[in-house]
C-alpha cells in the first residue's frame, strides 16, 4: 500500500468535520472491502479508486485527496455497500459528507445551465431534482 | 382507513404510464385512493448529511398535507418518492431534535410526528387485496411471458424503510399475473441513478450491466417501479447499445403497465405511446394488444 | 426637530439601522424622503401595482423579516426597515414565438427550478400573497397554466428571489409560464377577433369620421355626456349607447 503519511492537526480536524457530517465514525471501517465489492458503480471501472480506499483516505484525515477523487461525486447512494458493511457503516452518509465539504464553498459539481438541452426536454423531472440536490450547493 | 395519494412531478411528466395504468389498475380492482390536492417535489433523494435538514423539509411538507387531509397512510407509485418520503417520515417520528427543529422551521404548518404511513403500490396491494385475491381478478394473463423484476435500490435500501426485507413482492404479483419471473444476478442493483446527468458513461455501463444479466437469463422483459431506471434502462437503451452493441433489445415496462394489461384495462391506460416502441412491440406480437393502438 | 403642534405625531424608526422620527400616517417610501433619501430608481408608480419599491422591514422585538411595497406599507413605531430597490435575478432572453408551451422550455430556460427545496421562504416574504412555492412546484410537475394561474397576482418585485434557499428566479420563471399560457395555451378570445375583424371592415368607420369632423365644442359635450358604468352595478348592467354595435 501506498504511503500516505502521517496526519497534521488541521487534517484530523477536517477528518472530524466528515465524521460529524455524515454521522458515521470512519475509523470503525476495519478495511475489508466489502463495499468496493458490493458497489455497482466501481463494477462498471469509472471509479478512479474503490470505496474502500476512500474511507482509508478518510482515516488517515486526507480528505482533501478523498474529495478531489471521482469516486465521492459518482456515488448514487443506493446502499449496496451499507447492506453488505460488517461494521454497519453509513457509506452513502460519508460520500455525502465528502462531497458536502465541496459544495458548501459554493462549488456546482454539475452546472444546472450546462446540462444539455435535449436532455433537460426528455430526463425525467426527477433526475434533475435528484442531481442537483447531490451535485450543486 | 383513508388513503392519500402522492403522485410525484415525474409521474405528471415523462412517466404519466406508471401513474395511468396504476390508477387503471386501482379501478379495476374497486380500491380508492385520492390524490392530495396540494403537493410538492418531495425532493428526490434523502437528505444524508446529519446537519442538512432544510432538504427534509420538502418531503416532510406533503406528510404534513396527507396529515391535514386526515389520510393515515400516503400512497406512492414512485420508488424514489417512496424512498425520500419514507425517510424523512422515520426521521420526524424518531428523532425528536430534529423533529422539534423542522417543525419550528416550518411554523407555517401544524406540527407533524410522522403518523402518516408511507406505503408503495406492492406493499399496499399486498396488504390490501393480497397476490391471491389479485390473482383473481387477471383476465388477460401473462401466460409464458418471461419478465425480469428489477427491484433496483429504492424500495428496498436502507433497511429501516424496505417496503421488505428480501425482494419477492415483484416476483408475487408477477406470478399472480400469470408471467414466469426470471431471477437474476443484477436484480437489486444501481442502475446509477441521476448520475445519468454528472457520469453519463458510468450511468449507461451500470445498466448496461443490468440489461445483460436479466437478457442472459432469458428474460423477454423487464419491469421497475422507478422513472430513472425507467429513463436509464428503457428511453436511453440505444445510447446504451451504443456502447454494449452485443445487448439485445429488452422490452423494459412499469409493473403496473403489465398489471393494468392483466387486469383487463383499455389498452389506452398503459400508455404505451411513453415507453420505447419495443414494449408496444412485444405485446402486440403476443396478441396482447392490438398492433397500431 | 419640529414642535409644532399642528405636526402629525412622530414615531421613531430605523432606516438601515439609523434611528429617524417621522409622521406616524408615512409610508416607508415617504418616511425615507422625508429623512432625506431620493429615489432615482426603486420608485415608480407609487400606487402599488409596479413593483419596483420592495421593502424589508422587521417589527420591535419580532424576529420575523416582512415585506411590503415602500409605497404602500405605513411605519410603525421603531420598525426597523431598508428598501430593496432591485435584485440582481437571472432573467433569460427567448424568442417567444418559437419557444413551445410546453415544459421542456422552461425547464431548458430555467433549470434551477429543480433545485428549489419546498422551504416556503418566498411565499412567506411575497408582498402579494403569492402562493409562490407552489407554482414553482406546478412548474416542476410541469403544470404551466397551474403556475400562470397562481402567480396572476405578482407584480415583480422580486423579493422571492431574494429569500430563495435554491437561487431561482422565481419571478421570471412565472412570467416565461404566465405568457406561455395566456398566448400558447388559453383558449382564444372569439369575440374579440370578432370585433377585429368587424373595425377593419370599416363598421366604426361613419362614427369616426363623425368624431373627427367635431368642433371642439361638440367633443367637451360628447365627453361630458359619454356614458360611464356606475360604481356599483351587477353583471346585468349594459351600457345604452350601441354605436356601431
Not at chain 2, 13 to 22: G, W
Not at chain 2, 45 to 68: G, K, M, N, T, Y
Not at chain 3, 111 to 120: D, G, K, S, W
Request: glycine residues 6%.
Amino acid at each position: 500500500m501506498q504511503f500516505l503519511g502521517t496526519r497534521s492537526a488541521a487534517a484530523a480536524e477536517t477528518a472530524h468535520k466528515i465524521n460529524e457530517i455524515s454521522g458515521q465514525n470512519v475509523g470503525r471501517c476495519m478495511q475489508c472491502g466489502q463495499c468496493s465489492g458490493a458497489c455497482p458503480m466501481f463494477a462498471t471501472g469509472s471509479l478512479p479508486v474503490p470505496p474502500r480506499r476512500i474511507m482509508h483516505l478518510l482515516q488517515l484525515g486526507h480528505v482533501e485527496r478523498a474529495a478531489v477523487l471521482e469516486t465521492a461525486w459518482c456515488c448514487a447512494a443506493c446502499h449496496a455497500c451499507e447492506v453488505r458493511c460488517p461494521r454497519s457503516l453509513d457509506l452513502p452518509k460519508v460520500m455525502e459528507a465528502i462531497r458536502q465539504l465541496t459544495l458548501r464553498r459554493n462549488v456546482d459539481f454539475v452546472a444546472p445551465g450546462a446540462v444539455p438541452r435535449a436532455v433537460l426536454a426528455s430526463a425525467p423531472p426527477i433526475a434533475m431534482v435528484a442531481a442537483f440536490r447531490r451535485l450543486t450547493p | 382507513m383513508r388513503i392519500a395519494y402522492y403522485p410525484g412531478c415525474t409521474l405528471k411528466l415523462t412517466a404519466q404510464n406508471l401513474e395511468a395504468a396504476a390508477l387503471a389498475s386501482l379501478r379495476a380492482l374497486g380500491l380508492v385512493v385520492e390524490e392530495l390536492p396540494r403537493w410538492n417535489c418531495c425532493g428526490a433523494v434523502a437528505s444524508l448529511a446529519e446537519d442538512d435538514l432544510l432538504h427534509q423539509v420538502a418531503p416532510v411538507r406533503d406528510l404534513v398535507r396527507a396529515a391535514e387531509r386526515g389520510a393515515d397512510r400516503l400512497l406512492t407509485l414512485c420508488a424514489p418518492c417512496y424512498n425520500t418520503l419514507a425517510r424523512a417520515n422515520r426521521l420526524m417520528a424518531e428523532d425528536e431534535e430534529k423533529r422539534k427543529t423542522i417543525n419550528l422551521f416550518m411554523e407555517e404548518e401544524p406540527d407533524y410526528a410522522g403518523q402518516v404511513k408511507v406505503v408503495h403500490l406492492l406493499d399496499f396491494l399486498r396488504d390490501d387485496l393480497g397476490f391471491e385475491a389479485l390473482a383473481t381478478k387477471v383476465v388477460r394473463p401473462l401466460t409464458g411471458l418471461k419478465v425480469a423484476p428489477y427491484y433496483g435500490c429504492m424500495l428496498l435500501r436502507p433497511k429501516r424503510v424496505a417496503i421488505e426485507e428480501h425482494p419477492t413482492l415483484l416476483h408475487r404479483l408477477l406470478a399472480a399475473l400469470g408471467a414466469e419471473t426470471v431471477d437474476f444476478p443484477a436484480m437489486t442493483d444501481c442502475c446509477g441513478a441521476y448520475q445519468i446527468l454528472g457520469h453519463e458513461a458510468m450511468a449507461l455501463d451500470a445498466s448496461a450491466a443490468i440489461l445483460r444479466s436479466a437478457t442472459r437469463r432469458g428474460a423477454q422483459a423487464l419491469v421497475t417501479s422507478c422513472p430513472l431506471c425507467d429513463y436509464n434502462l428503457g428511453a436511453r437503451q440505444p445510447d446504451l447499445r451504443d456502447r454494449h452493441g452485443d445487448l439485445p433489445e429488452l422490452p423494459v415496462y412499469y409493473f403496473t403497465q403489465l398489471l393494468a394489461l392483466a387486469l383487463g384495462c383499455a389498452p389506452e391506460a398503459l400508455r404505451l405511446d411513453l415507453s420505447p416502441p419495443g414494449c408496444r412491440r412485444l405485446l402486440a406480437e403476443r396478441g396482447a394488444i392490438a398492433a397500431a393502438t | 426637530m419640529s414642535t409644532n403642534a399642528t405636526v402629525e405625531n412622530l414615531v421613531p424608526i430605523f432606516i438601515m439601522g439609523k434611528r429617524y422620527e417621522v409622521p406616524e400616517t408615512f409610508t416607508i417610501m415617504k418616511a425615507m424622503e422625508h429623512t432625506g433619501y431620493k429615489f432615482l430608481r426603486g420608485c415608480g408608480c407609487r400606487g402599488g401595482v409596479c413593483g419596483a419599491c420592495s421593502a424589508v422591514y422587521r417589527k420591535a422585538g419580532d424576529y420575523h423579516i416582512r415585506s411590503g411595497l415602500a409605497c404602500q406599507t405605513v411605519v410603525e413605531p421603531d420598525m426597523y426597515l431598508a428598501q430593496l430597490p432591485f435584485y440582481p435575478a437571472l432573467r433569460q432572453v427567448y424568442d417567444y414565438a418559437t419557444t413551445e408551451a410546453a415544459a421542456a422550455a422552461v425547464f431548458a430556460l430555467y433549470p434551477e427550478l429543480f433545485r428549489c427545496v419546498a422551504c416556503n421562504a418566498c411565499t412567506k416574504i411575497c408582498p402579494m400573497e403569492v402562493q409562490v412555492m407552489d407554482y414553482v412546484a406546478a412548474l416542476k410537475r410541469g403544470d404551466i397554466l397551474q403556475a400562470a394561474e397562481q402567480s396572476f397576482d405578482c407584480i415583480q418585485c422580486g423579493l422571492c428571489a431574494s429569500r430563495c434557499m435554491g437561487e431561482l428566479p422565481q419571478y421570471h420563471i412565472a412570467q416565461v409560464a404566465r405568457r406561455l399560457a395566456g398566448g400558447k395555451l388559453k383558449p382564444r378570445a372569439q369575440h374579440l377577433a370578432d370585433m377585429l375583424a368587424a373595425i377593419q371592415t370599416g363598421r366604426f368607420g361613419d362614427a369616426l369620421a363623425d368624431l373627427r369632423r367635431a368642433d371642439k365644442d361638440r367633443l367637451r359635450t360628447l365627453y361630458e355626456q359619454r356614458e360611464l358604468e356606475p360604481e356599483m352595478t351587477g353583471e346585468e348592467w349594459r351600457p345604452q349607447a350601441t354605436v356601431g354595435l
